[in-house]
T-cell receptor, first 112, second 115 residues
Framework: KNQVEQSPQSLIILEGKNCTLQ??????????LRWYKQDTGRGPVSLTI?????NTKSNGRYTATLDADTKQSSLHITASQLSDSASYIC???????????FGRGTSLIVHP | GAGVSQSPSNKVTEKGKDVELRCDPI?????LYWYRQRLGQGLEFLIY????????KSGLPSDRFSAERTGESVSTLTIQRTQQEDSAVYLC?????????????FGSGTQLSVL
C-alpha cells in the first residue's frame, strides 16, 4: 500500500529562524513528489516538484531535497516569516496512477 | 485566469438533510478530484473524474455520497441524509493529466457543518 509519512506533525519557530520538514514515502513506482502549502481556510498550493533525477530544488526561501534511494524528501525554509505559518503537505505520484498519495501534513507556526 | 471555484463557501445544515456542493474547475482541465478534510486532519480522497466518467470512486465513504460531472466541467458532490460526522471541509481540485505529473489546483473548499 502506498504511504506518505511526514514529521514533525507540528512545529513552532520564531520569525527569522530556519526549519526543516521531513517526508518519507513508500510509493511504487515513483513518478514525482510535490510539496504543497495550505494556508488556513484555503486549498493547498504547489510549491515545488521533485522528479527521480533531481536531488535539490529551490523556490525562493524554500529548498526541497529528494533522496530516491532512501525514499525521503525534506523541505527547508530559510529565514522564516509570519506568512510561512501554514500546513505543508508532501504528495507523491505513482506512475500509471492519476491518484496521488497525500501525507497528513506538518503544521508550522511562526511566532514574531 | 480564473482558478477552481467552489460554492457555497460555507453550508450549515440539519442532520438528515441532503446537501449539494459545487465545483467549477479550471477551463480545459479534464481531471477533477474531490477530497474531504476534517478539522486538523489530512486530505482524504473521495473520487476522481477523467472527463465525465469516474474511474475511481473508491474513497466515497458510504452510499450516501455521490458525485457527477457534466460537460467535462462542473461537478457536484451530493451528500444525502447528512450526519454530524460529515462535518468537514470539502475540497475540489482539477488538473491537466500528464501521465503521472499532475499538478493539482485546489479551490478554497466548502465548509460543511451538520448540526
Amino acid at each position: 500500500k502506498n504511504q506518505v509519512e511526514q514529521s514533525p506533525q507540528s512545529l513552532i519557530i520564531l520569525e527569522g529562524k530556519n526549519c526543516t520538514l521531513q517526508c518519507n514515502y513508500t510509493v511504487s513506482p515513483f513518478s514525482n513528489l510535490r510539496w504543497y502549502k495550505q494556508d488556513t481556510g484555503r486549498g493547498p498550493v504547489s510549491l515545488t516538484i521533485m522528479t527521480f533525477s533531481e536531488n535539490t530544488k529551490s523556490n525562493g526561501r524554500y529548498t526541497a531535497t529528494l533522496d530516491a534511494d532512501t525514499k525521503q524528501s525534506s523541505l527547508h525554509i530559510t529565514a522564516s516569516q509570519l506568512s510561512d505559518s501554514a500546513s505543508y503537505i508532501c504528495v507523491v505520484s505513482s506512475g500509471g496512477s492519476y491518484i496521488p498519495t497525500f501525507g497528513r501534513g506538518t503544521s508550522l507556526i511562526v511566532h514574531p | 485566469g480564473a482558478g477552481v471555484s467552489q460554492s457555497p463557501s460555507n453550508k450549515v445544515t440539519e442532520k438528515g438533510k441532503d446537501v449539494e456542493l459545487r465545483c467549477d474547475p479550471i477551463s480545459g482541465h479534464t481531471a477533477l478530484y474531490w477530497y474531504r478534510q476534517r478539522l486538523g486532519q489530512g486530505l482524504e480522497f473521495l473520487i476522481y473524474f477523467q472527463g465525465n466518467s469516474a474511474p475511481d470512486k473508491s474513497g466515497l465513504p458510504s452510499d450516501r455520497f455521490s458525485a457527477e460531472r457534466t460537460g467535462e466541467s462542473v461537478s457536484t458532490l451530493t451528500i444525502q441524509r447528512t450526519q454530524q460526522e460529515d462535518s468537514a471541509v470539502y475540497l475540489c481540485a482539477s488538473s491537466y493529466p500528464l501521465g503521472g505529473d499532475e499538478k493539482l489546483f485546489f479551490g478554497s473548499g466548502t465548509q460543511l457543518s451538520v448540526l
